[in-house]
């Protein structure tokens, strides 16, 4: 079965930093683009950051650029979302997503919730 | 880079169809063939129903169809069913500045 399953959301303060984890399954990972998208609570969903197949090309949303830094082992099938510098803004669930199709986002992960709250 | 713009709401009774626009720029919608559409129920995960514009992905049924004319996107979902009753987000590739943009939004309402 082809999965995604995403972990390391957590509460914590402005300022602070997290690393999301996305592992994947079921399919050849290192042959495929991934993204990170995030929701805010009731609102839409936002792409944040992709990385190419080999880490040679990642590419990132204007206002996470410089604090968000994605990062793959294609070894373990493995897709990171390292957070610094954390804003209540950036309060989010964060789904990891592979590139599958030409310019989409086919497979999906269930999803982690990190909280910016003072 | 703003969002795309869609209406907040569709609905239709049962058997009917729906049709949801995605309103851009020619610097994304218009610029590209990339348009891409998801469904999404509370609490849960997107799933991807059109890509390309008008393709389906396996699985998806041909009730769910898309198009494009100028800077405007278009999913239409024929033969409403219950099951449909979700949120839809439309996504377009938007340079290589921006990468890429959803829209705001839509929810649809089977009556």
């Known amino acids: ?118 | 880079q703003s969002a795309l713009t869609q209406p907040p709401s569709a609905s239709g009774s049962p058997g009917q169809s729906v049709t949801i626009s995605c309103t851009g720029t020619s610097s994304d919608v218009g610029g590209y063939n990339s348009v891409s559409w998801y469904q999404q129920y509370p609490g849960k995960a997107p799933k991807l129903v059109i890509y390309e514009v008008n393709k389906r992905p396996s699985g998806v049924p041909d009730r769910f169809s898309g198009s494009k004319s100028g800077n405007t996107a278009s999913l239409t979902v024929s033969g409403l069913q219950a099951e449909d009753e979700a949120d839809y987000y439309c996504l377009s590739y938007a340079g290589t500045t921006f990468l890429y943009v959803f829209g705001t939004g839509t929810t649809v309402i089977v009556l």
């Open chain 1, 1 to 118: 079965e082809v999965q995604l399953v995403e972990s390391g959301g957590g509460l914590l303060q402005p300022g602070g930093s997290l690393r999301l984890s996305c592992e994947a399954s079921g399919f050849t990972f290192n042959r495929h683009w991934m993204s990170w998208v995030r929701q805010a609570p009731g609102k839409g969903l936002e792409w944040v950051a992709n990385m190419n197949p080999d880490a040679s090309e990642r590419n990132y949303l204007a206002s996470v650029r410089g604090r968000f830094t994605i990062f793959r082992d294609n070894a373990k099938k493995s897709l990171f979302l390292q957070m610094n510098s954390l804003r209540v803004e950036d309060t989010a669930t964060y789904y990891c997503a592979r590139e599958g199709l030409p310019f989409a986002r086919d497979v999906w992960g269930q999803g982690t919730t990190v909280i910016v709250s003072s």
